[in-house]
């Protein structure tokens, strides 16, 4: 079956530590993202990337890095810069080209707190 | 103004009734939207792509009217199965030529048996 994989499910992170978040996706799409879900507020666009070796900063890059070496692959780490990481973290891929009426298709999620 | 607007909610709805959800947008050089349906603690699920014509999955039907910017969202006869999150998405091109997706924060529907 063709998807979206995310993992961990759960992640703790502590003061100081670096945690990366895995995105894996085996639909073939270009284009590949992160978000940031808090309770009560729509999804934030951490990072994007269109294409393998692009990516480009979303709404709330600070604190965050990407790497894209592969097409299937895009990990999300999030870093001690971060001073507020506890949230629901979302991945999503697209065709990415051609015309804008492709949806997202999400993985499904990691719910990353503090320890 | 936020890019995408919509009704928190929560909306309680008894089963078998019709529910609407309204999303207003402010950029009128979008150009593609969508209607999502988030479960509790669950990722956003594509529900559909919303048409100029509008257009109808079942007991679902999507309009859009460019000229008020805004798009719609009708949920006929529903079921408790209905009950979730519906965030309203709009697409459009950046200056840089790039892809922006930009969520509303969704509309809480709850069925009432």
């Known amino acids: 079956d063709g998807g979206i994989t995310q993992s961990p499910k759960y992640l703790f992170r502590k003061e100081g530590q670096n945690v990366t978040l895995s995105c894996e996706q085996n639909?073939?799409?270009?284009?590949m993202y992160w978000y940031r879900q808090d309770p009560g507020q729509g999804l934030r666009l951490i990072y994007y990337s269109q294409i393998v070796n692009d990516f480009q900063k979303g709404d709330i890059a600070e604190g965050y890095s990407v790497s894209r070496e592969k097409k299937e692959s895009f990990p999300l780490t999030v870093t001690s810069a971060q001073k507020n990481p506890t949230a629901f973290y979302l991945c999503?891929?697209?065709?990415?080209?051609?015309?804008?009426?492709?949806?997202?298709?999400f993985g499904d999620g990691t719910r990353l707190s503090i320890l | 103004r936020k890019e995408v607007e919509q009704d928190p909610g929560p909306f309680n709805v008894p089963e078998g009734a019709t529910v609407a959800f309204n999303c207003t947008y402010s950029?009128?050089?979008?150009?593609?939207f969508f209607w999502y349906r988030q479960d509790c603690r669950k990722e956003p699920k594509l529900l559909m792509s919303?048409?100029?014509s509008g257009n109808e999955d079942g007991r679902f039907t999507a309009q859009l009217n460019r000229a008020s910017q805004y798009i719609s969202l009708l949920i006929r006869d529903s079921k408790l199965s209905d009950s979730a999150t519906y965030l309203c998405v709009v697409n459009r091109r950046t200056n840089f030529g790039n892809e922006k997706l930009t969520f509303g924060t969704g509309t809480r529907l709850t069925i009432i048996p």
């Open positions: 919303v048409y100029s």
């Open positions: 950029n009128s050089a979008s150009q593609s």
């Open positions: 639909l073939n799409h270009d284009a």
């Open positions: 999503a891929s697209s065709v990415g080209q051609g015309p804008l009426n492709q949806p997202q298709h």
